[in-house]
């Protein structure tokens, strides 16, 4: 009786009675009894049949299920898996997350754990962090431990029962140890005996070569770091004197110098601004680090220390290129003052150059002269002039006389600039009695050959780009040069095609050489003098 009387009054139960207050999350778990009476109450209702009828006939129609029934509190009907209350056709979407996983129903600081129900979104895995390897060191690599134990092992034999080393026993450690030229042992001495004491000790050197990472350096930079001035990141001219000093010292086909210190200087003085002239694009007097990389000069120097002829390291260090410079700047210097004004320039190469070449040269347009003498040429600028004089085919010898044709310094070369100096050089055509070559021919001549982006100018970088853009010059300002080329002389070119890692200085200052020495040979025979610098060559000191 009690159970039918049950059942009428939950058939009388009005389905808006059921609506509950919002509880908090996990109350009806607590009272699981009260949620289990409501579900028995819920599933009497005349409603709730109806629902579930409908839902097994289209589940066996396999259509899509159209939910309705009695409206739910939004809180009841998101916080269970029941069918939505609303009815058909006016529920919001539903969010593809659950809500007992949501972070708006989970409160931080509630306690309450994670939740077990799975999201149907895909769970994206947080990136795996890469651990980049440090490759920037500020004072170089770490040496590796094998590379650190090897040289150790190497010290040993050279550092005897931890006794330092003086300069003269310094040598083979340079050579064994840092891989470097021999004759950079005294200054890399001096520079880990900084207080002089005139002994290196096996710490000291390991100090500085192995704990402040100088051993795992490239070549060029360990030569600029122990050529270099503290504080300083370049190089200067009067860094490389004392590695100048000791090559002549110690190099085998040098040794015939040690009676002459003048020219021992004057040697040492050549090489060092040769140096200069091809390295130091800037023109500044400072040699950075990459432009010591970007040069030759650590080749030439590793290829001088294993080798005896002196004169077969072609760049910077052969006595016979100093040799020829240094007779030619003898010759123009009449006065022997060591100075060079402009009518004994004007007398090089058999006066090929024209006068107004000249004015621009020492119009110091190409570059300011070092002579404090106002007017004059000395000897560093002489070196600067003959090297891109005798061979126009390298970038320094065209920048050089770039700037001298470019008269209002635009960065151009136009057909009128052009015009201005070649007009001195018909007129010597004209009066050498010899065919004359208008400049309109020359021009299209010109244009052919170097093949510019804008046919009406050369740019210097059209000029970099034409290995016969040297030809250029000497057909504006240098006529012995511009005969030679228009006749072609097959014996020229037959040895250039012989020897084609030779420059066109390579090839003059051996010809020049030649003439020289038959020259010295014949005062030998008149005089009978065997020293080559008694007579023609005494410098002014």
């Known amino acids: 009786m009690e159970v039918e009387a049950g059942r009428r009054d939950a058939s009388a139960l009005d389905p808006e009675l059921l609506q509950l207050p919002e509880l908090a999350p996990g109350a009806l778990r607590e009272n699981s009894s009260i949620a289990d009476a409501l579900y ?87 990136p795996v962090r890469e651990v980049i390897p440090q490759f920037y060191f500020k004072k170089g690599r770490p040496p590796p431990k094998d590379l650190k134990e090897q040289c150790l092992s190497r010290l040993d034999h050279l550092f005897f029962a931890g006794e330092g080393l003086q300069i003269q026993e310094f040598r083979p450690v340079i050579k064994d140890i840092c891989k470097l030229p021999s004759f950079l042992s005294g200054v890399l001495f001096k520079k880990i005996d900084a207080a002089c004491s005139g002994t290196v000790t096996r710490d000291a050197f390991i100090e500085y070569w192995i704990n402040d990472n100088k051993i795992t350096m490239d070549t060029p930079s360990q030569i600029f770091e122990i050529l270099r001035k503290p504080g300083y990141s370049y190089l200067t001219q009067e860094d490389f004197k004392p590695v100048l000093k000791e090559l002549l010292a110690t190099h085998p086909g040098l040794e015939f110098l040690q009676g002459t210190p003048e020219f021992q200087e004057r040697y040492a003085e050549t090489v060092i601004y040769r140096i200069f002239y091809s390295i130091n694009r800037c023109g500044n007097g400072h040699l950075t680090l990459r432009e010591l990389k970007r040069g030759n000069l650590v080749a030439a120097m590793q290829q001088l220390d294993e080798e005896e002829d002196i004169n077969k390291v072609l760049r910077y260090f052969s006595y016979e290129h100093f040799y020829v410079i240094y007779c030619k700047f003898w010759e123009l210097d009449t006065d022997h003052d060591f100075l060079i004004d402009k009518e004994n320039l004007i007398r090089y190469g058999n006066h090929s150059l024209t006068y107004r070449i000249v004015d621009r040269v020492f119009s110091q347009v190409p570059r300011k002269f070092t002579s404090i003498t106002e007017g004059k040429m000395g000897y560093e600028d002489f070196v600067y002039f003959i090297l891109s004089e005798e061979d126009k085919s390298s970038e320094p010898s065209l920048e050089y006389w770039f700037k001298c044709i470019d008269l209002d310094g635009n960065g151009i070369l136009t057909t009128n600039e052009m015009q201005f100096f070649y007009e001195e050089q018909l007129h010597r055509m004209e009066c050498m009695a010899q065919e004359p070559v208008l400049f309109e021919d020359i021009l299209c001549q010109m244009i052919d050959m170097i093949g510019p982006e804008n046919e009406t100018y050369f740019t210097l970088r059209d000029l970099k780009r034409c290995k016969l853009s040297g030809n250029i010059f000497n057909i504006l300002f240098n006529l012995n040069k511009f005969m030679a080329f228009e006749t072609r002389d097959p014996f020229l070119i037959r040895q250039e095609r012989e020897n084609p890692t030779l420059t066109e200085w390579d090839r003059f200052a051996h010809r020049e050489y030649i003439r020289l020495s038959m020259e010295e040979d014949g005062e030998d025979a008149s005089n009978g003098s065997g020293d080559v610098w008694d007579e023609s060559l005494e410098a002014p000191f």
């Open 40 to 126: 028995a109450q819920w599933l009497v209702l005349p409603e709730t049949s109806k629902l579930v009828k409908s839902l097994i006939e289209e589940a066996k129609t396999s259509g899509p299920l159209n939910v309705a029934g009695s409206s739910a509190s939004t809180n009841a009907a998101s916080s269970s898996s029941l069918p939505s209350m609303f009815p058909a056709g006016s529920a919001p979407p539903l969010s593809p997350r659950s809500t007992a996983g949501s972070p708006r129903v989970m409160r931080r600081g509630s306690g309450a754990g994670p939740s077990t129900l799975g999201s149907p979104l895909k769970l994206v895995s947080e």
